[in-house]
Each structure stands twice: as structure tokens, then as C-alpha cells.
């Protein structure tokens, strides 16, 4: 695991319980991108098994799960597994990487990381594709999803601020040219 990844790790394990309380955030006045990513998902699939690599504190396959889908989500962040399984669901939870999920959630009719590649080296995105299509049954639906960081820069919210104290808003500048 890399610095990134450990930084990242450490910021979802302190955050597990806001960032939980920001996917379910029903204000009207909200753009919650996060329901976006899952009401998207959610109109692709109807039956099937369905895995969630990087499943963050386990909203997407609780919804799957509702939806009569054998569900499964790994997360490295201990702390967000703990929230996805509090859940009322038939959803399956494990701690661990997203490239290395347990051998017998196979055979999947969708596959999904959400909001993950950005964390990994092309080294690891290189893997987490072999993962996916090694998971997902032929004919099944692999999606991917990435936040676009230079969005932060314009939301005119607590990214916003992030971007601009870390200093990191010079690196997308540059990248974006």
C-alpha cells in the first residue's frame, strides 16, 4: 500500500460516520453525487449477484440487496465495514482490498468500484480490471466510476476548501492543461 492509499485508508477510518451520513443526505438543495452513483447502478441490474469493490460503508449493495440481489462489498476501512454491516441487509461485508476480494464472490452479473480508481497506481488500476473481469461473468456489467477532482475546484464546498489548503488545486491545474 502506498502513501496515498494509507492516507486515504486513515481518512475514511476517521470519516466513516460522516461520509455515511452524507450518502444518505435527502436534502433537496444537495447535489448528492454519491446517490447519483447509485441510482445510475441501480438502473442497470435487476436480479443477479453483484460485487462492490470499494464499498465505503456498504449503501450500494444494502440497496442491491433490497432490490432481491445477492449482494457483496469489501473496503479497506474497517470502520466502514462496521457501518455496512449494522445495516438491515442480506449483504455480505468483509474488510480487505478492493484486489484481492474473497475467492468464492465469483460469477457475479455486476461488478462495480465506484470512486476508487483514483487511488490506485496504473499499475493497480491494471489489476483491478483483471479482478473485475476475472469476478464478473461473461455477459455480466463491470462499472466504473471516478470523481473528477477538478469538479472540487467549482463545488463551492468542504472539497473545494481541501483542494485549495492542501495546495493540491495547482497539481489539477497543471494536469488539466
Given at each position: 500500500?502506498h502513501?496515498?492509499?494509507?492516507?486515504?485508508?486513515?481518512?475514511?477510518?476517521?470519516?466513516?460516520?460522516?461520509?455515511?451520513?452524507?450518502?444518505?443526505?435527502?436534502?433537496?438543495?444537495v447535489?448528492?453525487?454519491?446517490?447519483?452513483?447509485?441510482?445510475?447502478?441501480?438502473?442497470?441490474?435487476?436480479?443477479?449477484t453483484?460485487?462492490?469493490l470499494?464499498?465505503?460503508?456498504?449503501?450500494?449493495?444494502?440497496?442491491?440487496?433490497?432490490?432481491?440481489?445477492?449482494?457483496?462489498?469489501?473496503?479497506?476501512?474497517?470502520?466502514?465495514?462496521?457501518?455496512?454491516?449494522?445495516?438491515?441487509?442480506?449483504?455480505?461485508?468483509?474488510?480487505?482490498?478492493?484486489?484481492t476480494?474473497?475467492?468464492?464472490?465469483?460469477?457475479?452479473?455486476?461488478?462495480?468500484?465506484?470512486?476508487?480508481?483514483?487511488y490506485?497506481?496504473k499499475?493497480?488500476?491494471?489489476?483491478?480490471?483483471?479482478?473485475?473481469?476475472?469476478?464478473?461473468?461473461p455477459?455480466?456489467q463491470?462499472?466504473?466510476?471516478s470523481?473528477?477532482?477538478?469538479?472540487n475546484?467549482?463545488?463551492?464546498?468542504?472539497?473545494?476548501?481541501?483542494?485549495?489548503?492542501?495546495?493540491?488545486?495547482?497539481?489539477?491545474?497543471?494536469?488539466?492543461?
Amino acid at each position: 500500500m502506498h502513501e496515498q492509499q494509507r492516507n486515504t485508508r486513515e481518512w475514511f477510518r476517521e470519516q466513516a460516520k460522516s461520509w455515511q451520513d452524507q450518502v444518505k443526505d435527502t436534502n433537496p438543495d444537495v447535489l448528492n453525487t454519491l446517490q447519483q452513483r447509485y441510482e445510475y447502478v441501480m438502473s442497470c441490474v435487476d436480479t443477479g449477484t453483484a460485487l462492490d469493490l470499494g464499498c465505503g460503508s456498504g449503501d450500494l449493495p444494502v440497496l442491491l440487496s433490497g432490490k432481491g440481489m445477492k449482494a457483496y462489498g469489501i473496503d479497506f476501512s474497517p470502520e466502514m465495514i462496521a457501518l455496512a454491516k449494522a445495516e438491515d441487509s442480506l449483504a455480505e461485508f468483509e474488510v480487505g482490498s478492493a484486489l484481492t476480494p474473497p475467492e468464492h464472490w465469483r460469477d457475479c452479473d455486476l461488478t462495480t468500484a465506484l470512486g476508487l480508481i483514483e487511488y490506485f497506481s496504473k499499475e493497480e488500476i491494471a489489476q483491478l480490471f483483471s479482478v473485475m473481469a476475472e469476478r464478473t461473468r461473461p455477459g455480466g456489467q463491470i462499472i466504473v466510476e471516478s470523481r473528477n477532482r477538478l469538479f472540487n475546484l467549482v463545488s463551492m464546498n468542504a472539497y473545494t476548501e481541501r483542494e485549495l489548503d492542501s495546495g493540491s488545486y495547482k497539481f489539477l491545474l497543471q494536469e488539466a492543461k
